[in-house]
């Protein structure tokens, strides 16, 4: 039995990717290792763009019963003095609060019912995916029987099963048997650090820190809530330690008593952890795809880790839908031209915030309280680390008057039929949405308008006049004037939005709306690719790379110091052998661990590449031919980091004192 897609892995990125494309319609095959849930928490935080997508698929609200909201993130100093004081708003640009604390098998417990219940998704539970092999027309996927640990049992070979799809999708998680087994590398930024972490289920009320960064450098600790009922306390390791020794109660109650006792918790999870900061250097091997931990691993500081595994899922669930219908695979590469840089600049970031917590040199670490304290006295905010956007794939042809192009379209209150104010999906719907506040715009373009219902996508108008209104499209108010001042501020009067919310292009005026929705309705519309010459990619310098800049975390200031900490770090055990690495205008508690010989290699990648030209086709990067197909094959092997000395001076020319 063929399936539209497998699915290698039942974790959040998993679940979400099945469910998304079972309610498209696919057929889909989910391969797990494990017999049931895993019933212990990993990620602990969800932001609002996480739950939006929880609202479509329809379970935002039971996962929200499960979730609190944290409205505050400080980070702290050995004395306890607030150095940073993040805060965080209860309705985001996605329509929901933007910093969720949660109990992750609550989460996994809602996608699986959703997933059970949805038809065409098969679950197939116990089962290790070992071999992979790429068909004329499709995948097929060996699996081995797993014993209770989700390894290779020791069974006969003949009771192997094998699962044939059109793709495959590798959500795996970090230790990815996908990309292994496709030879898939990693880019290494650097950051790898062990932690001891440690899970609590509250007892009763206890006046504990919900969301603090404790930078003392003789122990960094991260405590957060995991929702109402669960406490999590993190603390860095000296070096890597053995599980036995880490996990041992006495110990983990030991490191814990300054906040709760066994009268307060329970110890439900000790466990050592790695943090690590790596993005796959491929997305895609034909059509074997890569998603979720197993294509990126970041360190927890911008609780991001799993919102990019949905945002990868979401991305891709649309585009494989649409190949599935007849468009050419040529769609795919514009997954991970989208999704790496993403995902990359968010590493980048967490790392960054991750050196400021790590610092072990009390010298460092006093020059770093200072100048903070400073800034915090002087009145000074944080700054948050604006989201970046797309710049490359699936989008309109670049204009200098469509600054929208790329960006989150927001989710904002509106007022529709009956008068009771609801979430923008909640009228628009979970396609593709022309959403125009001018009427004016539609003049004339009847033929289109039909075309544009023809291929699925729906209609809203904002705030449009009584008489003007009409039964084509849903019109709605604009209950807080939000989706007003996102119009004025990016100065168009139309603009469509894809299915994960991202902007195609915008539009100012009725010609340019003509020419957006003809433009867009080709990319839809399935096409044969016509034979092309395969070329060569250009490597991108690493200053190519800068994403465009979309919304704001408030949690991400980047600190930058001024000249007088630019001293070379002592000679301490930490950090006497990455000395010679460190550059002098580099303050002492942004510098590097030292960086092991083999993981910290990265190779040098190459861009994406896949543009329009000036005239409306795709253009070509240097010594590149233009295709004439409507999706020209780009790399997929995007621009990666060279050596960890020129990742820190990359970062040092982007990042301002204000961050």
């Known amino acids: 039995m063929a399936y539209d897609v497998l699915v290698i892995g039942y974790g959040p990125a998993g679940m979400v990717l099945s469910a998304l494309l079972g309610q498209r ?9 494990y017999a049931g849930l895993y019933n212990l928490p990993r990620a602990a935080t969800f ?19 499960g979730t609190r909201v944290q409205r505050t993130y400080d980070w702290c100093n050995a004395d306890g003095e607030v150095l940073i004081d993040n805060e965080f708003s209860d309705f985001g640009a996605s329509g929901w609060p933007e910093f969720n604390m949660m109990f992750q098998p609550v989460l996994e417990s809602e996608l699986d019912a959703l997933c059970r219940r949805t ?23 060996v699996a081995q029987p797993a014993d209770e640990l989700g390894r290779v049992a020791g069974t006969p070979h003949g009771k192997a099963r094998t699962f044939a799809g059109r793709f495959a999708v590798g959500c795996d998680g970090g230790n990815s048997k996908v990309r292994s087994g496709l030879d898939i590398k990693m880019d290494d930024y650097g950051f790898e650090e062990p932690w001891l972490v440690c899970d609590f289920r509250l007892k009763r009320d206890v006046d504990l820190p919900m969301a603090l960064q404790y930078g003392d450098p003789d122990q ?11 406490h999590r306390f993190s603390f860095m390791l000296d070096q890597v330690v053995s599980s036995a020794e880490a ?6 109650w030991r490191r814990v008593s300054r906040w709760i006792t066994r009268d307060d918790a329970e110890l439900i999870r000790a466990a050592p952890y790695t943090f690590r900061s790596t993005v796959a250097q491929e997305w895609k091997q034909g059509r074997i795809l890569l998603a979720g931990d197993a294509a990126h691993q970041m360190p927890p500081f911008l609780g991001q880790g799993m919102c990019s595994g949905f945002r990868d899922a979401h991305n891709l669930a649309w585009k494989l839908d649409l190949v599935l219908q007849g468009a050419t695979e040529d769609l795919l590469e514009t997954y991970a031209a989208e999704r790496s840089p993403h995902v990359r600049a968010i590493t980048e970031k967490a790392v960054e915030l991750g050196r400021v917590q790590t610092v072990r040199d009390k010298q460092a670490a006093r020059l770093r309280d200072e100048e903070l304290l400073r800034r915090k006295r002087s009145g000074r905010r944080p700054e948050g680390f604006r989201f970046p956007g797309y710049s490359e794939g699936f989008l309109a042809q670049a204009s200098p008057d469509d600054s929208a192009r790329g960006q989150l379209f927001p989710q904002a209150w509106v007022g529709h039929g009956s008068g009771r104010a609801q979430r923008f ?11 125009v506040r001018d009427p004016s715009a539609l003049a004339g373009r009847d033929d289109d308008l039909v075309a544009w219902r023809a291929a699925g996508g729906t209609m809203v108008m904002l705030g449009a006049p009584a008489e003007e209104r009409a039964e084509a499209w849903a019109t709605v108010d604009d209950v807080d004037g939000a989706y007003q001042r996102w119009f004025d501020g990016h100065g168009c009067a139309s603009v469509i939005v894809r299915p994960d919310w991202y902007v195609y292009g915008s539009a100012a005026s009725p ?25 060569a990619s250009r490597r991108l310098a690493p200053a190519d790379r800068r994403p465009v800049q979309g919304d704001v975390h408030p949690a991400a200031e980047v600190m930058s110091g001024p000249a007088s900490w630019s001293t070379h770090p002592p000679h301490n055990e930490r950090n006497e052998t990455c000395g010679s690495q460190t550059s002098p205008d580099v303050p002492l508690w942004r510098t590097a661990r030292s960086p092991s010989t083999s993981s910290r290699r990265a190779a040098a990648g190459s861009a994406p590449a896949h543009r329009r030209s000036s005239t409306g086709g795709r253009s070509s990067g240097p010594g590149q031919t233009s295709s004439t197909g409507r999706f020209r094959s780009c790399a997929t092997r995007l621009g990666s980091p060279t050596r960890i000395s020129a990742r820190r001076a990359r970062i040092r020319g982007r990042c301002s004192p204000s961050g």
Request: aromatic share 2%; net charge negative; hydrophobic share 40%.
């Open 511 to 535: 010609d340019s709306l003509r020419n957006l929705l003809r433009s867009c309705l080709s990319d839809l519309r399935p096409v044969v690719p016509e034979a092309k010459p395969r070329t």
């Open 220 to 230: 960094p600790t991260s405590i957060i809530s995991l929702g109402p009922h669960h």
């Open 425 to 435: 999906a909640e009228v628009s719907g979970a396609g593709w949405v022309l959403v």
């Open 47 to 65: 932001d609002d763009d996480a739950m939006r997508l929880l609202q479509k698929l329809g379970i935002a609200e039971s996962v929200a019963a």
């Open 119 to 141: 038809p065409g998704v098969e679950i197939i539970r116990g089962y290790v995916a070992t071999e992979f092999r790429q068909t004329g027309d499709g995948v097929e996927v």
């Open 247 to 252: 996990v041992d109660p006495d110990e983990v």
């Open 25 to 33: 319609g696919r057929r889909v095959a989910v391969i797990e290792r």
